[in-house]
């Protein structure tokens, strides 16, 4: 990590004033009042200050950048060795819960040089893992996206066997310890020199026991496919293809573990009248020669139904857009976006004969102001 060395030596947090799980919006505000208060411009000559706001900006340039926050948190959290630094209250365990019984198992047999886990590892329980993560899809109307809606589901994910209830064993045979893992779990995988980690083991699949015969559902997983249904609230406001996270409603976990989460990509009908550009929604409002000519008021529907004039002045082009406020998609803050009206001069195909004389009329009182006079004289 560029310009990360002495990070772990340094408490920004602290620097800043605020606690380590505090916000964004948080870290910001207290960085602008201490840079305010210790500013060489507001302080001249006092060189505490100065120092105070080199020390403020540093830890704001740190932690107020999410992903710098991010690298600096790890880093602070792990320390040489795995010591930790800065007595914020973290909790290395958070960082190696992918393995099992945390750090202490991992620096257990950290200087192991292969071998068995041992007694201590023999009465170590499986650890409770995550079920897995299940995604779907899901088509709803245009006013249901706008408005929000809740949706029945049928799914089908990742469970325990049916038939062995998870153990991977043939029903009705008993089970022993484990001969590779001798009952831990876990296997010790050297990761270099000295080093090794504890890994599931591949044998029972971190189950402890294993079985003479497998289940012939499951060929020894221990695992099936379930199928449910559940009710999902897609919120208001979902645009095409947006994909909505439902927790805990994924697959179920093992071992006590907790549910994964389901993943919705929602797909969007379109509608008749009506599209969408961002928050807004936009419509196509066709006028004739004369309502654009001469200015008129045209009343256009809304998505709610309710119908609003739109005031169309004298001498409107073809396809200019009128907003109408207010009268778009619902955003993110609870408002709405607005409606996007786009004009449509309208040629009529057939016409009878008093329209006939008097668009002619029209013609001979304008044939003295050509629309094409520069035309030519731009191409040259």
Not at 180 to 191: H, K, L, N, Q, T
Not at 209 to 235: K, M
Not at 328 to 335: E, L, V
Request: proline share 6%.
């Amino acid at each position: 990590m560029t310009g990360s060395s002495d990070w772990v030596s340094k408490d920004f947090y602290a620097e800043l004033g605020v606690k380590k799980d505090a916000s964004q919006d948080e870290i910001k505000k207290a960085y602008r009042k201490l840079a305010r208060a210790n500013h060489p411009d507001s302080n001249p000559g006092d060189t505490a200050k100065h120092e105070k706001f080199k020390s403020v900006a540093e830890a704001y340039d740190v932690v107020g950048d999410a992903e710098k926050r991010k690298e600096y948190d790890e880093l602070r959290a792990v320390g040489p060795m795995g010591g930790g630094f800065g007595g914020g209250g973290f909790d290395i365990n958070d960082l190696f819960r992918d393995r099992a019984g945390g750090v202490s198992d991992m620096f257990g047999d950290l200087f192991s040089s292969g071998g068995r886990p041992g007694a201590r590892a023999r009465t170590s329980a499986a650890r409770p893992q995550k079920g897995p993560d299940v995604e779907t899809s899901a088509t709803i109307s245009f006013t249901d996206a706008l408005d929000g809606v809740t949706i029945a589901l049928r799914l089908t994910s990742d469970a325990a066997c049916p038939d062995c209830q998870g153990t991977g064993g043939k029903p009705g045979t008993k089970p022993h310890i484990c001969p590779e893992c001798e009952g831990a779990g876990f296997v010790v995988a050297s990761v270099g020199g000295a080093f090794s980690m504890n890994e599931t083991c591949p044998a029972c699949g971190g189950r402890q026991l294993v079985y003479d015969e497998a289940c012939p559902t499951c060929h020894g997983s221990g695992r099936g496919q379930s199928s449910r249904s559940i009710q999902a609230r897609i919120p208001a406001g979902v645009k095409d293809g947006q994909r909505i996270r439902i927790r805990g409603k994924g697959g179920g976990g093992t071992n006590g573990g907790p549910a994964g989460d389901l993943y919705v990509t929602v797909k969007v009908s379109a509608h008749r009248l009506f599209g969408r550009k961002g928050d807004n929604l936009t419509l196509d409002v066709p006028i004739s020669f004369d309502e654009a000519a001469l200015g008129a008021e045209v009343k256009i529907p809304t998505i709610t139904g309710a119908p609003v004039t739109l005031r169309i002045p004298s001498g409107t082009p073809n396809g200019r857009t009128f907003r109408v406020r207010g009268k778009g998609a619902r955003k993110a803050d609870g408002t709405n976006g607005d409606l996007l009206a786009t004009v449509e001069v309208q040629v009529p195909a057939v016409l009878d004969q008093p329209a006939r004389e008097a668009l002619e009329a029209y013609r001979t009182a304008t044939a003295d102001k050509p629309l094409r006079g520069g035309l030519f004289e731009g191409a040259r």
